[in-house]
């Protein structure tokens, strides 16, 4: 079983940056293709960004292109997200998630899932 847990959420100014971090443990971190996704206040789960198992494929979602990047340190079991100018609607909970294989913009951000879940982190972004 693969156990997620993400950190470094928080309070941030809009126009700011964070970096989230997720440490995953349970399975050779190099074979599990990874991802950020978020959920908003009354709003559904939606995708944000994922990264292949060595790491040469991004994909994000229209929305946070050019402001987040996602990337990964095989050797620390741990995946990050970089987000910077930072706006009032990228606050909600951020939750790390993993599959075997990464599969494509197109099938997160219409809901595709993937099969690990971590807890989530909460980023507030103020005004």
């Known amino acids: 079983q693969v156990q997620l847990v993400e950190s470094g959420g928080g309070l941030v100014q809009a126009g700011g940056s964070l970096r989230l971090s997720c440490a995953a443990s349970?399975?050779?971190?190099?074979?599990?293709?990874m991802g950020w996704f978020r959920q908003a206040p009354g709003k559904v789960r939606e995708f944000v960004a994922a990264?292949?198992?060595?790491?040469?494929?991004?994909y994000y979602a229209d929305s946070v292109k050019g402001r987040f990047t996602i990337s990964r340190d095989n050797a620390k079991n741990t995946v990050y997200l970089q987000m910077s100018s930072l706006g009032l609607e990228d606050t909600a909970v951020y939750y790390c998630?993993?599959?075997?294989?990464?599969?494509?913009?197109?099938?997160?951000?219409?809901?595709?899932?993937?099969?690990?879940w971590g807890k989530g982190t909460l980023v507030t972004v103020s005004s």
């Open positions: 998630a993993a599959e075997s294989w990464v599969r494509s913009e197109g099938y997160y951000s219409t809901g595709g899932g993937m099969d690990y």
């Open positions: 349970g399975r050779t971190f190099s074979t599990l293709g």
């Open positions: 990264i292949s198992r060595g790491g040469a494929r991004t």
